[in-house]
């Protein structure tokens, strides 16, 4: 993404589960920079002439990229040299020297270590594909593992808790819905496992900052 305008704008960004690399240049100065995982909304300034490359990772799935607990990393945004220290200052000298955003996203990928898929990580993407709407003991057994051990690895690999993640998940599907479901949204609210209107507005607001009412305006 590039930002032309001359004058900053403001953009909100709201939590979904994933973590990001991002590079991010303008203003004479580069910085590869990671995004962990959110548990509320933030807003970012833009300025013009910025450019923004970012690679994105499912809930699970980057502990063995950045080399840390997942859970260290919530609503942090630490440098990629903090992380991968001489390995991250080579790669930003390279991604420096590229001339396309296209090229910035293939070196990246590039950087990432392959690895074999988990039993919990299948486990969690199977919770992402049901929206959040499943029991946690049965997300436990998919990955083999009983309920407390799940409630620690996945606090460790995806920087929330169970329910959290599980929440997250569920604002995103309704977040997906909300744009074609206008007036009421009863229906919306149960079809979406809320437990009324009021439940459905209070996990809207904290992690949209407004309410549905309001977002869709």
């Known amino acids: 993404m590039r930002h032309f305008e001359r004058a900053p ?3 909100r960004v709201l939590p979904d589960a994933c973590a990001d690399i991002i590079f991010t240049s303008g203003a004479g100065t580069s910085t590869l920079q990671v995004a962990g995982v959110m548990t509320k909304f933030q807003d ?3 300025i013009s002439g910025q450019t923004l490359v970012g690679m994105r990772f499912h809930p699970g ?3 063995a990229q950045v080399g840390v607990s997942a859970e260290l990393l ?3 945004h630490p440098t990629l040299e903090e992380l991968w220290g001489s390995r991250a200052r080579t790669l930003l000298s390279q991604i420096e020297d590229l001339r396309s955003s296209k090229q910035c996203v293939s070196l990246l990928a ?3 270590i392959p690895t074999s898929i988990t039993p919990l990580q299948r486990a969690l993407a199977w919770m992402r594909s049901c929206n959040g709407l499943v029991s946690l003991d049965d997300v436990a057994s998919h990955a083999g593992i009983s309920l407390r051990q799940f409630r620690r690895l996945c606090l460790q690999t995806t920087g929330l808790s169970p329910k959290l ?3 997250i998940l569920r604002f995103r599907y309704a977040l997906s819905r909300i744009h074609n479901e206008r007036g009421e949204h009863a ?3 149960a079809d979406c496992g ?3 209107q009021s439940h459905f507005i209070a996990d809207f607001q904290r992690f949209s900052g407004r309410t549905p009412a309001a977002f869709c305006r």
Do not use: C, K, Q
Request: hydrophobic residues 50%; aromatic residues 16%.
């Open 110 to 112: 590039e950087n990432v």
């Open 61 to 63: 799935m980057w502990t």
């Open 74 to 76: 919530t609503d942090a």
């Open 9 to 11: 704008v403001s953009h």
């Open 187 to 189: 229906g919306l609210a």
């Open 44 to 46: 970012f300034p833009i």
């Open 194 to 196: 809320y437990f009324d």
């Open 165 to 167: 993640l599980a929440r």
